[in-house]
Every structure is written in structure tokens, then in C-alpha cells.
T-cell receptor
Framework: KAGVTQTPRYLIKTRGQQVTLSCSPI?????VSWYQQTPGQGLQFLFE???????NKGNFPGRFSGRQFSNSRSEMNVSTLELGDSALYLC??????????????????????FGPGTRLTVL | GDSVTQMEGPVTLSEEAFLTINCTYT??????LFWYVQYPGEGLQLLLK?????DKGSNKGFEATYRKETTSFHLEKGSVQVSDSAVYFC?????????????FGPGTRLSVLP
């Protein structure tokens, strides 16, 4: 089974530009989450998409947005890039469960599987 | 809200030494607990997991036990190798009315010297 793939692996942009990153989850996985990883802030949650809907969102400005397609592939967009946006952007996929399953005590665990990341450098 | 606390390191050990990386958490609902490992230049890989109290997760010689009474999930390995040098993340997965939340600790960098 193929793992999570992210494209591109490396990207160099200048301030003010915008960028789109892509993530293809493991086949059959419906949930895709995005994280930003920097040396200073560690791993920070951006948002999660499940069945084409944003289900959770972290504390990031509106310049960060995303979407998910019907085949579960996801894209993340950052507009008006700033120097501080330089980071490793990680995508993670999981099976994803509906609300009723999630609220069941002892219900299924839902580990995330990570892609290799996209290294974004903003100059 | 949910949170994960772990020793940030860096931790430097000699080969064959005993490893413990402490992890404690706060959560509501029914959390599952995980340890992930990140090797240089790569994404995170799931190392082990535990889904309920007293479960023990194990993989590649690493172990961690879900202790609900102390809200802890400490990672241990009896004899580390140079190849274990990496960053280790403790994480929890909790459920609420809106979905499933993953919360990661800050990561602990481990360096193993030959």
C-alpha cells in the first residue's frame, strides 16, 4: 500500500507570493490533517479535513487555507507569504471516523500516517 | 484543552544505555496515546500506540504503558543504538463532538553516541 505523498518536496518563494501544497493520503483514508513544523514552535496543527469538510482548525491566520477533494486528496494554500512561514509542512492521513464512532468508549484508535513533508523557504 | 508535556532534551546517551523519555498528558474523553519518531529529513513515523488504560505498546525494543492514574505514557528502551538517534514525539488522540483531535508534545531530541 502506498504511503502518504506530498508534492513538491522543496519550494522556494519570496515574500508576498502565494503557494499551494498537495497531499495524497493513503488509499481508503478519509481524513487529512496539516501541520507546520519549525525549530522554534515545534509541530503546530493547521487544520483537518474529513470527507471534503474542514472539521478542525488550529490557531493560524486566514492566509492559511485548505481544501479536500472527493478522492480525499488535499491541498493547502498560503497567501501573501511572510518570512516566518518558512517551515516544514507535514500532511497526515488517517481512516477518519464519523461522530458516533468517535464518541464510543473504547472505540477504534485513529493513528495518523505522515508524509515526508514539503520544505518551504520564503526569501 | 488537551495537552501533552514531555521532556524536551536534548538527551545524549552512549550506545547500550537505558532510555526513558517522560510524557504526561491532560485530556477529556477517551484518548489514545502514541509515540512518533522523526529521523532527519523525514516525516513522522508511528513508533507505538496504546488505546486504553494499562495497555502496553511496543515496537523495535521500545515500550510505553498507558497509565491513567498518573496520566503518563513514558517511553523506554533497554539498550539504545546509534540508529535510534532521532526526535521523539508523544501524542494523544482525543474525541469530542466535532471530531478527533491530535495533540503533539514538543518533541525530544535523542543523540546516541558510539
Amino acid at each position: 500500500k502506498a504511503g502518504v505523498t506530498q508534492t513538491p518536496r522543496y519550494l522556494i518563494k519570496t515574500r508576498g507570493q502565494q503557494v499551494t501544497l498537495s497531499c495524497s493520503p493513503i488509499s481508503g483514508h478519509r481524513s487529512v490533517s496539516w501541520y507546520q513544523q519549525t525549530p522554534g514552535q515545534g509541530l503546530q496543527f493547521l487544520f483537518e479535513y474529513f470527507s471534503e469538510t474542514q472539521r478542525n482548525k488550529g490557531n493560524f491566520p486566514g492566509r492559511f487555507s485548505g481544501r479536500q477533494f472527493s478522492n480525499s486528496r488535499s491541498e493547502m494554500n498560503v497567501s501573501t507569504l511572510e518570512l516566518g512561514d518558512s517551515a516544514l509542512y507535514l500532511c497526515a492521513s488517517s481512516l477518519g471516523f464519523g461522530r458516533s464512532a468517535l464518541l464510543t468508549s473504547g472505540g477504534p484508535s485513529d493513528e495518523q500516517f505522515f508524509g515526508p513533508g514539503t520544505r518551504l523557504t520564503v526569501l | 484543552g488537551d495537552s501533552v508535556t514531555q521532556m524536551e532534551g536534548p538527551v545524549t546517551l552512549s550506545e547500550e544505555a537505558f532510555l526513558t523519555i517522560n510524557c504526561t498528558y491532560t485530556a477529556t474523553g477517551y484518548p489514545s496515546l502514541f509515540w512518533y519518531v522523526q529521523y532527519p529529513g523525514e516525516g513522522l513515523q508511528l513508533l507505538l500506540k496504546a488505546t486504553k488504560a494499562d495497555d502496553k505498546g511496543s515496537n523495535k525494543g521500545f515500550e510505553a504503558t498507558y497509565r491513567k492514574e498518573t496520566t503518563s505514557f513514558h517511553l523506554e528502551k533497554g539498550s539504545v543504538q546509534v540508529s535510534d538517534s532521532a526526535v521523539y514525539f508523544c501524542a494523544l488522540s482525543d474525541r469530542d463532538n466535532y471530531g478527533q483531535n491530535f495533540v503533539f508534545g514538543p518533541g525530544t531530541r535523542l543523540s546516541v553516541l558510539p
